[in-house]
């Protein structure tokens, strides 16, 4: 397994192999996953793998041929484990070092553009990695989304916000039935995370305080929203941020305006919205 470097959330070896891929021209493979979400230098996991996705199931297949010649010229051994329609998963490695690789289809739908990452290739933007982590949780009982979810509720938009806006991409659900399936979530024990790799020591007790809190006031927030903007993300125009707007006043007059997504993704209706530290791709 790839050695894990002192300060960054991902390995030296993931870091090189993203930007031997960046070289790739090519502009339809985007890293999502864990590994995009930790991407930050202060974050608290490190990935075990690199999820490359696709918004077409037909490209998987050669994408992952011309990334395959890219990683071998560049020294590395790519050992395919599973080959299916629109899905690779392959071992990658250099020497000591290596990470597991996966080549991915998925839905184009999403509520922001991608950006680019400082390495030269594309990441699902912060917002998309958020709300794909709550629908994630719902969907299966993982220690690694529980320590993914808290992440993203201090650090992204709190959990409220991300549980009304994943509706928009799973329509199936609403905000209340996608809060009953994360309250089944949170059962863990302190070994659940001991084969996790964190950058710093999971505070169990701490985390189960965050989570109910976070679960009450997702509860009281969904309750009190109009029901005609859900599955929405709420974008402050001063502020030129994602916020959750305060109960009892209509948005606009808070200069909220509700953001919706759409294939490829759309900027917020403002001029010149910035993200901090990534660009627009």
Partial sequence: MARRGP????????????ATLAHTPTNDRYLAGGAAMHFAPNSTRYSDDLDFFHDSEARVASAFATDRATLERAGCAVAVELSLPGFVRAVVRRGDDATRVDWAHHSAWRFLPLVREALGGLLLHPMDLAINKVLALAGRDEPRDFVDILFVHERVLPLAGLCWAAVGKDPGLTPLSLLELLRRRGRYRPE??????????FDLAEAKHTWLAALADTDT?????PA??????YYAVPGERFV???????VAEQGIV???????????RVADARIEGLDPA
């Fill in 228 to 233: 005609e903007e859900c599955g929405c993300l």
């Fill in 258 to 268: 509700p953001h919706y997504g759409a294939p490829g993704g759309v900027l917020p």
């Fill in 192 to 201: 659940d995370f001991a084969r996790l790799r964190l950058a710093k020591p």
């Fill in 244 to 250: 959750l707007p305060r109960s009892g006043e209509p």
């Fill in 7 to 18: 300060t960054v959330p991902l390995t030296e070896f993931q870091r090189a192999l993203l």
């Fill in 221 to 225: 927030f969904v309750r009190g929203r």
